[in-house]
């Protein structure tokens, strides 16, 4: 069974970094791509930042008001993605989704994964 697991969210001041971490196990062939998304109380869940992995490199897209603070990342050998954040302001508290696009096999086919979220919370 595939599954993502996030960590690293807590309280944070404003101005403040913290680093999450996602890590994905199980029978995977392939992760195409890993994203963050947030979800603030009262509101829908938001895109934040993606990492694609293609043959040359690997390709990153941020929300614009993340762009600058915020910085994606992946481990490949270890099946992980962290996202660096800095200069954190409160309106970024929310809770925190890892996301992949995988490539499984046998069959082939392909899965979306969800973890099951970390909190971050950023005080003024």
């Known amino acids: 069974q595939v599954q993502l697991v996030e960590s690293g969210g807590g309280l944070v001041q404003a101005g403040g970094s913290l680093r999450l971490s996602c890590v994905a196990s199980g029978t995977i062939f392939k992760i195409n791509a890993m994203a963050w998304y947030r979800q603030a109380p009262g509101k829908q869940r938001e895109f934040v930042a993606e990492i694609t992995t293609k043959p040359d490199a690997n390709y990153a897209n941020y929300r614009d008001s993340v762009k600058g603070r915020f910085t994606i990342s992946r481990d490949h050998a270890n099946n992980t993605v962290y996202l660096q954040m800095d200069n954190l302001k409160p309106e970024d508290t929310a809770v925190y989704y890892c996301?992949?696009?995988?490539?499984?096999?046998?069959?082939?086919?392909?899965?979306?994964?969800w973890g099951q979220g970390t909190l971050v919370t950023v005080s003024s």
């Open positions: 996301h992949a696009d995988l490539t499984l096999l046998n069959p082939y086919r392909y899965l979306e994964v």
